[in-house]
């Protein structure tokens, strides 16, 4: 069975015993590291998870201790981390090299292979690209990460509002992409699920 | 045109990242080894341990109506209904609250006391479809249920069944390890399937809410805690009745909630000891002469446990756990939120359907679920 206070005890444990802290890391190191490889690509992520367990650790002391769940906190760091390794300068040009060679790699087979009818595939990641910055994160935290509005928000600093509004226009925006793009996508019209009466 | 909307395309576009390499995690946990050594080494004797910030406790059961927009995408189960072997209450049901809400509300604590049971179940199932113009469609089902991940079915023919649509109706939409914080991502999720262009909403936001509730809470193998969290939230449904003692078309007993939806009504069956779905019905207003399904009805029998395995059900089960990786893993809905499941089961290469006759009939699922 989960224990939905995990997180809470082994962050608050550690303010007396460190070392308790390593139990955040095992539960999330996955999560993080995908989170940073999503946006940068695997190579910077193999360099920035490490750091935002460090920085976690050093900042253990802000994490609010009502929340079950550390990842919204980790992802707000690693965000924070991918941001600033944009300003600096190797990291920077390798970021940019792993991107377009993401870029590379979404246009063609690879994303075919996850997408069912691969013809979108590239449409969409083209699309993804077009959207204002805090527009993509927003629905990326949505989409890839899975959180909810409210969780979002708290990362976010954002009201839950934002949030909405946010993925809204993002939509907007990806669906107008994408038909311009020759790729229409339909609107959703469906209630009830598709094993059910319709 | 793709039948997928923008969101499930961005959604499938950000799965299959690789994980860490060993030699990368091991080099990061020896980074923060390090830092907590140091912290650890320079801290004076006797110093106070960093203060934590004190802050109000989130709410953390929000009220369904001050929700939003919604839709549903998450498919409904009632195939493999967790057993939670739970105590009754006090009195039995003569002791219990009157009201729907009072009753969800005590069963909630109930489920959240008592863990999920891993022992291995066989119950059987009934699905029957009935079309605006009275064509019935059953289908008789055995359902075994090895662990969390694995299960196995056989449905012999019942009218105008067909099997392998009764299997496939089995799917499961809220992945079993979902946390209750996770709960809310479903319903966004929710909200944004049915929220199209400019944020206009192509259905009744509170009712696909309510659907998406209804279809997880009734839904088998989610942990005692989220099937608590639903029960809280499906006992804040507006409207919501309730007709203890109810009788499923397979002679349970049970409690009966019923609310309207669209334009028909949802309701579910429930042991009233240890929230078993006992029952899942689904109601339409469908054109008459139509065909279109008008009522669809998932039960249960109560879970029993699992005897003697049969030779084929046995094979079935070596040959799931042995080499799922290899099987045929099903695509998970996009609207799952938490860990991913991945779910294989045997497939003949030739057809490209379930593997049935290699198991006497049997078909089976094992799915691995990962963060």
Known sequence: ?198 | MNDLTELDLVTRLGRDTDPPVAEVRDAARDALLRRIHDAAATAPDGAPAPAHVVRLPRRRRRALTAVGAAAVGIAASIVAVTVIAGPSLPGGLGAAPASAEARLLALASRVERTPVSDRPTVRSTLSVTTTSTGTVTEARCTEISFSESDSASKCDDGRNADPITAFTASTSGFNPSTRPDDIDAVLDRAVEDGTGRHGRQSVDPEEARRSALIYGFSQGGLQADTRAELARRVAAVPGLEVEPGATTVLGEHGDRYTFPNGTGTLAVTLDPDDGSVLEFEITNAVEPGSGLPARQVLAGSRPGPLGDLDTDVRRLRDELISQGAGLEATFPPPSLPGPSASCATPIDPLIGHVDAAAFGGWVGQHCTFSR
Not at chain 1, 7 to 32: C, K, L, M, Q, Y
Not at chain 1, 63 to 68: G, M, V
Not at chain 1, 159 to 166: A, E, K
């Open chain 1, 1 to 198: 069975m989960t224990d939905l206070s995990a997180d809470a005890d082994a962050i608050s444990g550690s303010t007396e015993n460190p070392a308790r802290f390593t139990a955040i890391f095992d539960r999330h190191v996955v999560a993080v590291h995908n989170y940073v490889a999503r946006r940068v690509g695997d190579v910077l992520a193999d360099e920035l998870t490490g750091e935002v367990f460090c920085i976690a650790f050093e900042r253990r002391a802000t994490f609010d201790l009502t929340c079950d769940d550390a990842r919204p906190w980790l992802f707000g760091i690693a965000s924070r981390l991918v941001q600033r390794s944009w300003r600096t300068g190797d990291r920077s040009a390798r970021a940019h090299e792993r991107l377009r060679h993401e870029r590379q790699r979404l246009s063609v087979a690879d994303v075919s292979d996850r997408i069912e009818g691969g013809e979108f595939a590239a449409a969409v990641a083209s699309a993804l690209d077009r959207l204002p910055e805090a527009e993509r994160e927003t629905l990326l935290l949505f989409a890839w990460d899975r959180f909810s509005y409210a969780q979002i928000g708290e990362m976010l600093g954002i009201p839950v509002g934002t949030v909405r509004s946010r993925i809204a226009r993002a939509r907007d925006r990806l669906r107008d992409h994408l038909a311009a793009a020759g790729h229409p996508v339909p609107e959703p019209t469906t209630l009830l699920p598709k094993d059910t009466p319709s």
